[in-house]
């Protein structure tokens, strides 16, 4: 009867444990030991104009403002290796997601809809941190039928190893190419407050 009640209360804690996981969809990088000044998102700041629910928000980290982006290279959609600088000119938000990764998942659409409210004004970059690139990432884009997101591929990892981040994590850069913020999380990106914190790089 002992071992009994004492099954039923870790079953009973089960959905609360389970909870506390799912945050980031992987492990910070344990090596990074930089520390990082983070502000906590106001949920109930804006609401979702289509839901009248709350946004969703994720945690904004300012303290690498003004950092160069990595030269990590990456695959381009037409296969050609690129690295961030590539990308100078105009600013860019980079979002590092997996198809395995639920609320990176959840927010692509977010995405894709401020890439193509955006265009011309702001890179909008998805690179894939999947393992095995182009076999999950190829599918998942032809089943979701983006308008303007395209599939960049990082089967080293290279990025979110030197960011030392949880997926998904999205850095907004500006046109010099310089760190102006990061975030961690969930985001509705073509919502208010993305909007808002975006305006800061141009």
């Known amino acids: ?71 990590a290279a990456f695959t381009a959609p037409d296969g050609k290796t690129v690295t961030l600088a590539d990308f100078k000119g105009k600013p860019l938000l980079l979002n590092l997601w997996a198809t395995w990764c639920a609320p990176c998942v959840r927010e692509m659409p977010t995405l894709d809809r401020l890439a193509a409210r955006e265009a011309g004004q702001l890179q909008v970059l998805v690179v894939s941190q999947d393992l095995e690139g182009a076999e999950k990432v190829t599918p998942f884009f032809q089943k979701a039928q983006f308008a303007a997101l395209q599939p960049h591929l990082d089967t080293e990892v290279g990025l979110s190893t030197h960011y030392g981040v949880n997926l998904p994590t999205t850095i907004l850069y500006d046109s010099q190419g310089k760190e102006v913020w990061r975030v961690s999380g969930d985001m509705e990106w073509d919502g208010d407050t993305a909007a808002g914190w975006i305006a800061e790089a141009k």
Do not use: F, W, Y
């Not at 079953?11 to 609360?16: D, G, K, T, Y």
């Not at 289509?50 to 403002?65: F, K, L, V, Y």
């Open 1 to 71: 009867m002992e071992l009994e009640s004492v099954l039923r209360s870790t079953i009973a804690l089960l959905p609360v444990l389970l909870s506390l996981g799912i945050a980031g969809c992987d492990r910070p990088n344990p090596g990074n030991e930089q520390a990082t000044a983070t502000v906590p998102a106001d949920s109930g700041a804006a609401a979702n104009h289509a839901t009248g629910e709350p946004e969703r928000i994720g945690t904004i980290d300012r303290s690498h403002q003004g950092k160069a982006a990595p030269a």
